[in-house]
């Protein structure tokens, strides 16, 4: 009965919109009703939707990382957005590679794979200010989600977190090793060294980033308490 009376508040509230509009010069108007209190409902999704087809590529990443994750559509639209930036990080882990300094190399892709999924925490809410903010909206406390989120980095981002992640130890002791192999032959140890530092900052990144999105759906289910 109650979700009848908002969609015929919704509707009525939409008319009347769109007349107000009218009466204004302005002929058949698009309107977006949205609520500041019930950001998930309503027609947030379809603003969003208008907004990507109408602005410049570059404009429609920044928008989708921008926007509060509050629909399943939002979570893996984010998460595409982020998977499609993987390659580009892991381009400059190679780069950073190609310096012929041992040990460099592991050190960087640590650095860098911190900063992205620092950037994951805080594109999908998870970062603890998100969160209060969440807490504030919802009536849940942060341990609560906190318990929701399954990752290995969801108790801190540091190295020990970053190599727990599954196959994370592995690769990085194999790039460590078959770099330092190959720096006795300088043309041949740069390429390697690259390649070694792309695939391993890829794939723990893909790795962390399917965790992160995990997380961010139990959360985002959690505190609306319904499917969304």
Same mark, same amino acid.
């Given at each position: 009965?109650?979700?009848?009376?908002?969609?015929?508040?919704?509707?009525?509230?939409?008319?009347?919109?769109?007349?107000?509009?009218?009466?204004?010069?302005?002929?058949?108007?698009?309107?977006?009703?949205?609520?500041?209190?019930?950001?998930?409902?309503?027609?947030?999704?379809?603003?969003?939707?208008?907004?990507?087809?109408?602005?410049?590529?570059?404009?429609?990443?920044?928008?989708?990382?921008?926007?509060?994750?509050?629909?399943?559509?939002?979570?893996?639209?984010?998460?595409?957005?982020? =998977?499609?930036?993987?390659?580009? %990080?892991? @381009? *400059?882990?190679? #780069? /950073? $590679?190609?310096?012929?300094?041992?040990?460099?190399?592991?050190?960087?892709?640590?650095?860098?794979?911190?900063?992205?999924?620092?950037?994951?925490?805080?594109?999908?809410?998870?970062?603890?200010?998100?969160?209060?903010?969440?807490?504030?909206?919802?009536?849940?406390?942060?341990?609560?989600?906190?318990?929701?989120?399954?990752?290995?980095?969801?108790?801190?981002?540091?190295?020990?977190?970053?190599?727990?992640?599954?196959?994370?130890?592995?690769?990085?002791?194999?790039?460590?090793?078959? =770099?330092?192999?190959?720096?006795? %032959?300088? @043309? *041949?140890?740069? #390429? /390697? $060294?690259?390649?070694?530092?792309?695939?391993?900052?890829?794939?723990?990144?893909?790795?962390?980033?399917?965790?992160?999105?995990?997380?961010?759906?139990?959360?985002?289910?959690?505190?609306?308490?319904?499917?969304?």
């Amino acid at each position: 009965m109650l979700k009848k009376r908002r969609r015929a508040l919704k509707k009525r509230t939409w008319i009347q919109k769109r007349n107000c509009l009218r009466k204004i010069g302005i002929e058949d108007p698009i309107v977006f009703l949205i609520s500041n209190f019930e950001l998930g409902n309503y027609d947030l999704n379809l603003l969003q939707e208008r907004m990507e087809q109408e602005l410049p590529q570059h404009k429609r990443r920044v928008l989708m990382l921008a926007l509060p994750n509050i629909t399943l559509e939002i979570n893996e639209k984010k998460k595409k957005a982020l =998977e499609e930036n993987i390659g580009k %990080v892991a @381009l *400059l882990s190679a #780069l /950073v $590679a190609s310096v012929p300094i041992p040990g460099l190399s592991v050190i960087a892709d640590l650095a860098i794979v911190t900063r992205e999924i620092e950037t994951y925490y805080s594109t999908f809410g998870l970062d603890d200010p998100s969160l209060q903010k969440l807490c504030e909206r919802s009536g849940k406390t942060i341990e609560e989600f906190k318990s929701l989120m399954k990752s290995p980095l969801s108790g801190g981002i540091n190295p020990a977190s970053i190599l727990s992640l599954a196959g994370a130890a592995s690769l990085v002791v194999a790039e460590n090793t078959v =770099e330092y192999a190959v720096s006795l %032959v300088p @043309l *041949l140890g740069t #390429l /390697v $060294a690259g390649g070694m530092s792309y695939m391993t900052v890829s794939t723990m990144l893909k790795r962390a980033l399917n965790d992160i999105a995990e997380d961010a759906r139990n959360v985002l289910m959690a505190s609306v308490q319904t499917e969304v």
